[in-house]
């Protein structure tokens, strides 16, 4: 069992990105299986912050191979920003990244699709990145979809404008108005710098090398209430964010899976519109915000903020199969005199403790009440020295769930991060 899958375990922005590189040293590989432009990984090191969201989050330890699984749908303009923004000259990247050769491409019509349907909805508009990612999963799971493969294929140019064509005469239904040179100028110089890249079958990499003794780290992007089928539906993403979506956009097998790593926030947070139970739009909900710096790495949105939503992280513990519990943001958290957890819900007058399948029922958060603490913890090395009150947190918490929470993150910086044994 040498492949360890982590993802999130809430509505995405858990704080994947930092957790994957301080894990990398301990991976030969890490992998990207699902999802797209509309992930944001963050992470910081020699107080410098960088933003990922189609590369791996090993890029930066030169002795680690970071793949591109065929789960995650690429736009290769996104993909030639990044590279670029890395810093890194390109011969060395392409030694440290391979792309699967079945990942789906999002063509720069996709991302006109994408604003035209979110423009359409009117009010009842789903939260969209609009990056083009629904439109592509939509094309893939329709069997139209065009893949890395077929960049190298000697009639692409026909092969694209066939796809094109498709996308326009859905187009012509909308009453929406776009210039598709502007984006095509970037995605088909993306193009070129993809083929300078590896590109190749990675399931039979990925596979070959776990079989060898080699370690591999699946990293999944968004958070498991953000599912298409087990989040909180319509106001999902359009991949599978699950440990099961590891197995699909890696192509391993599920006997190959050790540790399932989980990350939760010490609060909770959403992106976009959907049901958020502990939402808090008051002073405590903008404090969490401003001290959390609680603004979308991809989209810069302000993210709505609220408490810790016990029965949404049992409920994603429980569809995951989670070993461990990583928890992030527990700084953000000094300086409140009083912590609320949500423990159970009122659904039309009764107490709940399932995630309701409607995204249309009415959900009262019930709370338990811990003691906070006023210290500064983003400087504690040690799992003992941290404030009695947020160990009582923690404890509160592994006692509620049944998984032991054996990662505490103080601080955005790749050194503040409490490793529990």
């Known amino acids: 069992m040498n492949i360890d899958i982590l993802l999130g375990l809430q509505w995405g922005d858990e704080g994947k990105g930092k957790i994957v590189d301080a894990l990398s040293p301990g991976y030969d590989i890490i992998a ?44 290769p303009a996104v993909f030639m920003k990044e590279i670029f923004e890395l810093g890194s000259p390109i011969e060395e990247l392409t030694r440290r990244l391979i792309i699967s050769t079945r990942a789906n491409l999002i063509m720069p019509s996709h991302r006109i699709l994408d604003a035209a349907y979110e423009s359409s909805k009117g009010n009842s508009k789903i939260g969209s990145t609009l990056k083009g990612i629904g439109p592509a999963y ?21 092969i694209y404008q066939s796809h ?52 591999v780290l699946a990293e999944g992007a968004q958070g498991t209430m953000l599912d298409v089928d087990f989040g909180s539906y319509p106001f999902v993403t359009s991949s599978s964010t699950i440990s099961a979506g590891a197995c699909t956009g890696l192509g391993i097998s599920p006997k190959a899976i050790g540790e399932i790593y989980g990350i939760f926030k010490a609060y909770s947070t959403r992106v976009g519109s ?29 993210r709505r903020c609220g408490w810790l939503d016990l029965p949404a992280l049992k409920y994603s513990i429980m569809i995951n199969g989670i070993t461990q519990l990583f928890m992030t943001k527990a700084d953000v958290l000094s300086g409140f005199k009083t912590i609320k957890v949500c423990t159970s819900y009122l659904v039309h007058g009764e107490e709940c403790y399932e995630i309701p399948f409607s995204s249309n029922f009415e959900i009262v958060p019930v709370y338990s009440e811990l003691e906070g603490w006023d210290e500064d913890i983003s400087s504690v090395k040690e799992y003992d020295l941290l404030p009695k009150a947020l160990k009582n947190f923690i404890e509160f918490i592994e006692n509620s769930t049944g998984v032991p929470v054996t990662m505490i993150s103080v601080g955005p910086d790749r050194e503040e991060t409490i490793f529990r044994k």
């Open 32 to 75: 990207r299986f699902q999802g797209g432009p509309n992930a944001g990984h963050s992470l910081e090191f020699n107080n410098v912050k960088h933003v990922l969201h189609l590369i791996p989050s090993g890029i930066f330890h030169p002795d680690k191979l970071n793949v591109i699984g065929n789960g995650v749908v690429i736009d």
């Open 164 to 215: 094109l064509e498709n996308h326009l005469s859905i187009l012509k239904s909308y009453n929406f108005s776009f210039d598709l040179k502007e984006y095509e100028k970037d995605w088909f110089e993306g193009v070129e710098l993809i083929k300078r890249f590896r590109v190749e079958n990675t399931e039979y990499l990925i596979n070959n090398m776990a079989g060898q003794g080699k370690k």
């Open 274 to 302: 959907g049901p958020f139970p502990t939402e808090l739009c008051d002073q405590t909900g903008a404090a969490l915000r401003n001290i959390g710096h609680e603004f979308g790495s991809t989209t810069g949105r302000p």
């Open 138 to 158: 939509t094309d893939k799971t329709g069997r139209n979809g065009l893949r890395v493969g077929d960049i190298f294929h000697p009639d692409f140019a026909s």
